[in-house]
């Protein structure tokens, strides 16, 4: 049984009475989450559930959620986290999609299942995890109780799928990215030494686990052999009293939760010291965010990454000590970092394909083994994103310098293209940033009649500040074609779960009635 599950073998054989994971009030050691990995493996297979089936789960963080990761791949099936804010009709397109055959929701969720219950095409069983009694679906506990004793042996190959997350579907619908055994595994032996990881480190997955990284940080802790603190959902005051709680050693969080923590006086009250190292990326991050970040964490270092599900989550590091806003280079602090061990990047102009010189702009490929297996079912998507030789297209862009750091701008489709000039939106949302009555921001194109399209920015604002201020503000900062020709206020941004800002749903209403998104 190599792979993951035996990874979790060992770590039982080695410190069976480490604690494992916490989750509210419940902690359970290494031995005993094994068991429990095995007991949800043996009532999976039960289930009719083989290598290669696919498990659906629908839940906020939860132990069973992870004890279901690691039971589907004891037996070589493969876990399908859904994305919990999703609508009902999308819930069904993945499980669909999935040919989930065992559907596992969270007490929150009965209401989705419900709804889309019939028009699941190959799940046989719905099972609800602590759901209060009046749901006509199997209760989880008692599920689990059920189960054999046994484990069915499977032949189990580190190229094997192990889990399957969803792209966010935010062009279009949701592409099952498949991630094997080894595409953890290539990764996640570099957390050690670049996280400065040993045996009192503390890990907390405040992330959603249906997102990489928390996955990714779900998995690492049983990596490691470590702790992991599993936060419920992504809420701020929690997230900074479970810190205080558990000595939480180090944390991945997404931009927009620093935003906010820095705005809640709860979070302020919270002893935060334990923190060694918080790692922050999935977004951009404005330099105003970071700083104050800095600020409220003053003990803790401070590491960027960048990376995507179809990579494994991260596949560069901005280190701590490039983290130094008055040391001898404070420019890294607006890069992403540097390539880890096991990757390669190169920049390519995204319509010939050709490669771009040191501090030229374009499309981001990365040659790695934590490139996905591909998209599952989609073998046209696959071949476009992973081209020969082993690169993946990432659809971001940006730029490498001389030094070998990474530079992200912008997605390929977020671009502007105003009068033949590229814009990248992050710069302009970056200068934007700046204004002190700007506290959140967004900059998308818009039809203009001789440019083609311009930037218009989208503003939350703490102030009273007029639209030609907010333009001139800019102008001082930026070329004027660069700059925002409109500027609309907002009460907030619309954004993913990850703090993705939604552009798609932004840009939309301005382009109703044209023949394409852009001119």
């Known amino acids: 049984m190599p792979g993951l599950t035996e990874k979790l073998r060992e770590r039982a054989r080695s410190h069976p009475d480490r604690i494992a994971y916490i989750a509210g009030d419940t902690q359970i050691t290494y031995a005993d989450f094994d068991r429990r990995v095995d007991r949800a493996a043996a009532a999976l297979a039960d289930a009719g559930v083989g290598a290669g089936d696919r498990v659906a789960v629908l839940d906020k963080n939860s132990l069973e959620y992870a004890e279901q990761l690691f039971g589907a791949a004891r037996i070589g099936a493969v876990q399908v986290p859904v994305n919990y804010r999703l609508a009902p009709d999308e819930v069904a397109y993945i499980v669909n999609n999935a040919r989930a055959k065992v559907f596992i929701v969270g007490p929150e969720f009965v209401p989705v299942l419900d709804a889309v219950r019939d028009r699941l095409e190959h799940t046989t069983h719905a099972i609800v995890i602590g759901g209060e009694d009046g749901h006509a679906h199997v209760d989880y506990a008692a599920w689990m109780n059920a189960a054999s004793d046994t484990v069915p042996d499977a032949a189990i190959a580190t190229s094997d799928v192990f889990v399957q997350l969803y792209s966010s579907g935010t062009t279009g619908l949701p592409k099952g990215v498949m991630l094997t055994h080894d595409n953890f595994l290539a990764g996640l032996p570099m957390v050690k030494e670049a996280w400065d990881v040993d045996e009192s480190s503390v890990l907390m997955v405040a992330m959603p686990m249906y997102h990489v990284a928390g996955n990714v940080l779900t998995v690492g802790a049983v990596y490691e052999g470590i702790t992991g603190v599993i936060a419920r959902e992504p809420d701020p005051t929690l997230i900074a009293r479970a810190i205080e709680a558990h000595r939480?050693?180090?944390?991945?969080?997404?931009?927009?939760?620093?935003?906010?923590?820095?705005?809640?006086?709860?979070?302020?009250?919270?002893?935060?010291?334990?923190?060694?190292?918080?790692?922050?990326?999935?977004?951009?991050?404005?330099?105003?965010?970071?700083?104050?970040?800095?600020?409220?964490?003053?003990?803790?270092?401070?590491?960027?990454?960048?990376?995507?599900?179809?990579?494994?989550?991260?596949?560069?590091?901005?280190?701590?000590?490039?983290?130094?806003?008055?040391?001898?280079?404070?420019?890294?602090?607006?890069?992403?970092?540097?390539p880890n061990s096991v990757?390669?990047?190169?920049?390519?102009?995204?319509?010939?394909?050709?490669?771009?010189?040191?501090?030229?702009?374009?499309?981001?490929?990365?040659?790695?083994?934590?490139?996905?297996?591909?998209?599952?079912?989609?073998?046209?998507?696959?071949?476009?994103?992973?081209?020969?030789?082993?690169w993946f297209r990432t659809g971001d862009v940006g730029y490498l310098d001389e030094d070998g750091y990474l530079y992200m701008h912008d997605r390929v489709k977020d671009m502007i293209i105003s009068g033949g000039e590229n814009i990248y939106p992050a710069e302009v949302e970056n200068a934007l940033m700046g204004h002190p009555d700007v506290t959140d921001c967004a900059v998308i194109g818009v039809p203009h009649e001789k440019w083609g399209e311009t930037p218009k920015a989208i503003v939350v604002l703490s102030g009273d500040v007029s639209e030609q201020d907010l333009i001139d503000f800019c102008r001082e900062r930026l070329a004027h074609f660069k700059c925002p020709t409109s500027v609309e206020r907002r009460d907030e941004i619309p954004r993913n779960p990850t703090g993705k800002i939604l552009k798609r749903e932004l840009r939309a209403p301005y382009w109703e009635g044209q023949d394409r998104a852009v001119h």
């Open 248 to 338: 939480v050693t180090h944390i991945f969080l997404v931009p927009v939760l620093l935003q906010f923590m820095q705005l809640i006086p709860e979070v302020a009250e919270a002893d935060l010291s334990s923190l060694r190292l918080l790692i922050y990326g999935a977004s951009p991050i404005s330099e105003d965010v970071l700083r104050g970040a800095m600020r409220m964490l003053p003990n803790s270092g401070f590491m960027q990454v960048y990376g995507l599900t179809e990579t494994t989550g991260a596949i560069t590091m901005l280190p701590p000590e490039d983290h130094d806003p008055d040391g001898p280079n404070p420019h890294r602090l607006r890069s992403a970092g540097l």
């Open 343 to 390: 990757t390669e990047l190169k920049i390519v102009d995204p319509a010939s394909g050709e490669e771009q010189p040191t501090g030229q702009v374009g499309e981001i490929l990365c040659r790695t083994p934590q490139n996905m297996k591909g998209y599952w079912g989609m073998p046209d998507a696959t071949s476009t994103a992973l081209l020969d030789g082993g």
